[in-house]
Structure formats: structure tokens, C-alpha cells
């Protein structure tokens, strides 16, 4: 499986794909720019001096197990599958659910959202002549964007409503982006990059297409499914409830959905707004996977040490492995039935009910009235 990076005509994303070996080719950098140490800075609420050099020292040598720019393996049509991140993450972060999902014979678009609410993302924008000509690709410079974080005063609710609205558009277009791929039409990389755009012509299974994301990204998932039918079921990590509009719990998403919930994010209002939205719909699920926490669906709990593990609430109870296996297999369970596939990802199908070691169907919070005193 392999990755690279896009941006056209407002899309902006990380493509992971099912590639042929390459012992020759370096593996993607987990975190590629130093701006998005400083980024999680603010989102941290660190001085970027001091996060910067955190971050550079834990993890500025890491590499996720993708090579970039590899060579497509043609020869078949994959399923597709788009993927929202939370908040104050960002396209990359999400590897291990990714690259699973690529080996498995998926190509996996993640997106990085520009509405402010990832840690730090960027245009590219054209250099003028003026100035420096060092930096790759050519006559093009990063436009950074940063965390934008509330304003004194202002409703939590409205902007992240605002933001889920713009995030679920993002998504249809990386949508839309790869199928201009694959039906050959000729697209632009302004990052440099020595991929064949051709060889992805023809390898979509138009058919077969998903949404998938965390916490916000959760949220975005339900956006999403509401406004594009090509989405033919979601999967929401751990989602938050809040960005999600009223109208959105009338009837307005029609396909199946899977909520996988950590033990330890979630909390009664959200839950309950997830039930409502599940309402009596029997290709709507959710299961929660014991002992762990929110950090167990992105990266940083596979590469974070103890003390840092424990400060930030990187790593739950259960094995940060074994919390994301349970994960990707109901994933792939979910996806196997609701898209069709002609796979072997039935045999965890009793994950998607909630049936195995360290997974309960539904939730662990009490959503019940509070009996009167």
C-alpha cells in the first residue's frame, strides 16, 4: 500500500492505495512539516517554541509503513473510501487505520480540512518573481492555516456546525476528484511528485464507496452521508455529536451506519443524540471497545512513550494494538456487507454486533433519567 498527496482545485488529501513492493523507495514521513508541530502547539495550548522541539524529538524521525509515490497495483477495481479527520488533527495522522484499509484492497482518500479546525493545513500559492526560488515545486509557496480556536463570547455550537458544513463538501470533492482520476481525465499535483496519475484510470469500483472519520470526523461522516447518496454507508470513530444540525435526525441519512465508540470519550447527551439518529434502523450499529480511550483510533498512541502516553490520555487500558485490530475488523465487516464485497471480512462479523473479547454492543454510559431525590 502506498500514499501521496493532492492538491487540485481545493482538494487537499493523503491517497493511500494497494501498490507494488518497493524495497527501493523510502517510507512516508509520519508528520511531514515542522508547521504542524507548531500547529499541534496551539491546539495544546503550548508555547510553539517548546512543542516544536517536543515534537521534533519524539517523533520528527518517524515514518509510517507506506511508500511514497510507489507504483499502483492495477488489475482490479478497488472500493473507495474517504476519510475525515478530528479536530486538531490532520491528513496523516490517521495511518494505521489507512494503511490497513489499503491493504486490505481499498483506496483510501484522507482528507485535510481547511475550515480551521485542523491543527494546521495550507494552500499552495503561486511565488512571485521576486522572491526565493529554493523550496520544491517551482514558483510555488505554503499558505499555512492554524488552529482557529473559539472567540470570547462566541457558541461553540454555531461555528462547529458551520465548520461540519464545509468539511462534508470537502470530502464530496476529494470524491468527485478521484473519479475525474479514474475516468482519465488529466489532473494537476502542485506537490512534486513523480506518481502516473494514469495508472489509476479504470481502478475505481464506482459502486462501491464510503465514509469514514473521527470524533469531528465522525460528525463529518454524517454530514456527508446526508448530502451525497455515492456514499453508500459510514463508519464514525468515536464521533462527536455536537456539529451535527437538527435537520439532520429527520430521516435525512438513509444509509447504514457504524458508530465504534471508545469506553472513555463518551458521555450521555452523545450518546443519545447517536441513538436518535440510529432511531429503529437496523443497518445502524454501535459497539464500544473496552478500555480504551479517544487516542486510540489516531497515531499518537502507537508512538507515544509512557509519561507522554499518560499526560495527554494517548493510550487506554487495553492494548493499543488490539484496540485498533477490533476496530479495523468491524470496519472492514461493515463495509464487506454494506458495499457488497466478495471478501472474507464475514468472519468478524460478530465484532459489528458487538460480540467478543473486549467489545460490547451499544454503549457503557447510562443514558436512563437521573431518578428524583
Same mark, same amino acid.
Given at each position: 500500500?502506498?500514499?501521496?498527496?493532492?492538491?487540485?482545485?481545493?482538494?487537499?488529501?493523503?491517497?493511500?492505495?494497494?501498490? $507494488?513492493?518497493? %524495497?527501493?523507495?523510502?517510507?512516508?514521513?509520519?508528520?511531514?512539516?515542522?508547521?504542524? $508541530?507548531?500547529?499541534?502547539?496551539? *491546539? +495544546? =495550548?503550548?508555547?510553539?517554541?517548546?512543542?516544536?522541539?517536543?515534537?521534533?524529538?519524539?517523533?520528527?524521525?518517524?515514518?509510517?509503513?507506506?511508500?511514497?509515490?510507489?507504483?499502483?497495483?492495477?488489475?482490479?477495481?478497488?472500493?473507495? +473510501?474517504?476519510?475525515?479527520?478530528?479536530?486538531?488533527? *490532520?491528513?496523516?495522522?490517521? @495511518?494505521?487505520?489507512?494503511?490497513?484499509?489499503?491493504?486490505?484492497? *481499498?483506496?483510501?482518500?484522507?482528507?485535510?480540512?481547511?475550515?480551521?479546525?485542523?491543527?494546521?493545513?495550507?494552500?499552495?500559492?503561486?511565488?512571485s518573481?521576486?522572491?526565493?526560488?529554493?523550496?520544491?515545486?517551482? =514558483?510555488?509557496?505554503?499558505?499555512?492555516?492554524?488552529?482557529?480556536? /473559539?472567540?470570547?463570547?462566541?457558541?461553540?455550537?454555531?461555528?462547529?456546525?458551520?465548520?461540519?458544513?464545509?468539511?462534508?463538501?470537502?470530502?464530496?470533492?476529494?470524491?468527485?476528484?478521484?473519479?475525474?482520476? =479514474?475516468?482519465?481525465?488529466?489532473?494537476?499535483?502542485v506537490?512534486?511528485?513523480?506518481?502516473?496519475?494514469?495508472?489509476?484510470?479504470?481502478?475505481?469500483?464506482?459502486s462501491?464507496?464510503?465514509?469514514?472519520?473521527?470524533? *469531528?470526523?465522525?460528525? %463529518?461522516?454524517?454530514? @456527508? /452521508?446526508?448530502?451525497?447518496?455515492?456514499?453508500?454507508?459510514?463508519?464514525?470513530?468515536?464521533?462527536?455529536?455536537?456539529?451535527?444540525?437538527?435537520?439532520?435526525?429527520?430521516?435525512?441519512?438513509?444509509?447504514?451506519?457504524?458508530?465504534?465508540? @471508545?469506553?472513555?470519550?463518551?458521555?450521555?447527551?452523545?450518546?443519545?443524540?447517536?441513538?436518535?439518529l440510529?432511531?429503529?434502523?437496523?443497518?445502524?450499529?454501535?459497539?464500544?471497545?473496552?478500555?480504551?480511550?479517544?487516542?486510540?483510533?489516531?497515531?499518537? %498512541?502507537?508512538?507515544?512513550?509512557?509519561?507522554?502516553?499518560?499526560?495527554?490520555?494517548?493510550?487506554?487500558?487495553?492494548?493499543?494494538?488490539?484496540?485498533?485490530?477490533i476496530? =479495523?475488523?468491524?470496519?472492514?465487516?461493515? +463495509?464487506?456487507?454494506?458495499?457488497? /464485497?466478495?471478501?472474507?471480512?464475514?468472519?468478524w462479523? @460478530?465484532?459489528?454486533?458487538?460480540?467478543?473479547?473486549?467489545v460490547?454492543?451499544?454503549?457503557?454510559?447510562?443514558?436512563?433519567?437521573?431518578?428524583?431525590?
Amino acid at each position: 500500500m502506498n500514499r501521496m498527496s493532492v492538491l487540485q482545485e481545493g482538494s487537499f488529501l493523503r491517497l493511500y492505495y494497494p501498490a $507494488y513492493d518497493a %524495497t527501493d523507495i523510502e517510507e512516508a514521513r509520519w508528520i511531514p512539516d515542522k508547521e504542524y $508541530y507548531q500547529g499541534l502547539s496551539d *491546539f +495544546l =495550548n503550548m508555547y510553539r517554541v517548546v512543542g516544536e522541539r517536543l515534537f521534533h524529538y519524539y517523533v520528527g524521525s518517524v515514518t509510517c509503513p507506506a511508500k511514497s509515490n510507489a507504483a499502483f497495483k492495477p488489475g482490479e477495481k478497488y472500493p473507495l +473510501l474517504v476519510f475525515s479527520h478530528g479536530l486538531g488533527a *490532520f491528513r496523516t495522522i490517521y @495511518s494505521a487505520i489507512c494503511i490497513e484499509m489499503a491493504s486490505q484492497g *481499498f483506496i483510501v482518500a484522507a482528507v485535510e480540512h481547511r475550515d480551521e479546525s485542523a491543527s494546521a493545513t495550507y494552500y499552495c500559492k503561486r511565488r512571485s518573481v521576486s522572491e526565493s526560488q529554493e523550496e520544491s515545486p517551482p =514558483n510555488m509557496e505554503k499558505e499555512w492555516i492554524y488552529y482557529r480556536k /473559539l472567540k470570547t463570547g462566541e457558541e461553540e455550537r454555531c461555528l462547529r456546525h458551520k465548520q461540519v458544513q464545509q468539511r462534508a463538501q470537502e470530502c464530496i470533492k476529494a470524491l468527485n476528484l478521484i473519479l475525474r482520476i =479514474n475516468s482519465g481525465e488529466e489532473v494537476t499535483n502542485v506537490l512534486h511528485s513523480d506518481f502516473d496519475w494514469n495508472s489509476l484510470k479504470d481502478s475505481v469500483d464506482t459502486s462501491r464507496i464510503a465514509v469514514m472519520g473521527h470524533s *469531528f470526523g465522525g460528525a %463529518t461522516v454524517i454530514e @456527508s /452521508l446526508s448530502k451525497e447518496i455515492r456514499f453508500r454507508c459510514g463508519i464514525a470513530l468515536d464521533v462527536w455529536m455536537l456539529p451535527v444540525g437538527d435537520d439532520i435526525y429527520q430521516n435525512s441519512v438513509q444509509q447504514p451506519l457504524l458508530f465504534i465508540n @471508545s469506553e472513555k470519550f463518551q458521555w450521555a447527551e452523545n450518546i443519545l443524540k447517536i441513538k436518535k439518529l440510529i432511531s429503529n434502523d437496523t443497518n445502524k450499529k454501535m459497539i464500544t471497545i473496552k478500555g480504551s480511550v479517544h487516542q486510540s483510533f489516531p497515531d499518537f %498512541t502507537f508512538v507515544s512513550g509512557g509519561i507522554i502516553a499518560r499526560f495527554f490520555k494517548l493510550k487506554g487500558e487495553i492494548d493499543p494494538n488490539e484496540a485498533i485490530d477490533i476496530s =479495523n475488523h468491524a470496519s472492514l465487516a461493515f +463495509l464487506q456487507k454494506h458495499l457488497s /464485497l466478495k471478501k472474507d471480512f464475514d468472519q468478524w462479523d @460478530s465484532l459489528v454486533d458487538g460480540i467478543g473479547p473486549n467489545v460490547i454492543p451499544g454503549t457503557n454510559i447510562d443514558t436512563s433519567p437521573a431518578e428524583p431525590e
